[in-house]
């Protein structure tokens, strides 16, 4: 064949594989957008009403999970990129459970970790502050200062946020196979139920 007629057939296709790479992105964007809205304001109203019903020292309890929350998931985020397939092939030819969820993961590890730490780590980070405020609120009912509780609780959420995420990041590094194992193990006994109801049916 001549390498004329084969030089516009690969542009032809590099231009095709463009549009799609280009539209795949968007909806992802688009996707990505309204699961954010979603979850930001399930976490906002639940943390909100709690926050409203209990004592202070319960408050600050709800706002500790809430910094985990976003500590865990950020572990995720950075252990999903960090990870290697090769181990999870291995995993996959033996059968264990969760292997093949944990290479799904793997494959799509940069909109996994987009949403571990972007989606969900700025979330919780979002609601932690706005939590921290309601607790200096209730401290401010029973102290006479209104700036010292609210300096406070926002000095001790910075504080363990990234203190945390810092400690996290060098676990999931160290620790990214194992990690990865363990979320996709919990995605496959979660998937599980829905599995065997399909074969009743």
Known sequence: MNTNETEPRS???????????????LRWIITIF?????????????SSS??????????????????????????IGVAVISASEKP???MASKKVAGASEALALLRNA?????FCNDVVGDICGVVSGSASAIIA????ASLNSRTAPQLIMSAIVAGLTIAGKACG????????????HLVSRIIHFTKSPFRSKRKQK
């Open 34 to 46: 309204f699961i954010t809205i979603l979850v930001s304001s399930a976490i906002s109203f639940l």
């Open 137 to 140: 609120v209730k401290a401010f």
């Open 88 to 90: 999870f092939h291995s």
């Open 50 to 75: 709690v926050l409203d019903g209990v004592g202070l020292v319960e408050a600050f309890l709800v706002l500790l999970l809430i910094v985990l929350i976003g500590i865990v998931f950020d572990i």
């Open 11 to 25: 542009k032809a296709q590099k231009s095709k594989k463009k549009p799609q790479k280009k539209n795949g992105n």
């Open 169 to 180: 990041k060098d676990f999931a590094m160290r620790k990214s196979t194992q990690i990865v």
């Open 110 to 114: 940069e909109k996994v970790s987009s």
